[in-house]
């Protein structure tokens, strides 16, 4: 399993539209995540700045590939354009970001 962790921007004044939106996520949306071996996903809004922080778990980089070509991945990022930062094809423009530390129980020596 791998961490990924990104940001996405979101427009000024649509924090509450984009978490209902999450809040009513198409169970399908949720069944394609899940299915390209995406889990333990969660996204996070520093309302300061409208900046999203997104974290999650991928079991295979190749799964995570085929996804933007799905025609339910599309449709949600059309649904998702009008209040993000988007890129032509309506998907979000997504900054990765490195890992610079982690602390686990395998650091420590108990």
Not at 64 to 80: A, G, N, T, V
């Amino acid at each position: 399993m791998k961490l990924r962790a990104l940001t996405m921007q979101l427009l000024p004044g649509y924090a509450e539209e984009y978490r209902k939106r999450h809040d009513e996520i198409w169970p399908e949306l949720e069944k394609l995540i899940l299915a390209h071996g995406i889990s333990d996903y969660s996204i996070h809004l520093d309302e300061r700045s409208n900046l999203l922080f997104a974290v999650c778990k991928v079991k295979s980089e190749e799964k995570l590939k085929e996804l933007p070509d799905h025609p339910l991945m599309k449709k949600w990022w059309k649904y998702m354009a009008d209040i993000m930062e988007t890129n032509e094809d309506y998907s979000p423009k997504e900054f990765p970001l490195s890992t610079v530390f982690v602390l686990n129980e395998s650091n420590t020596d108990e």
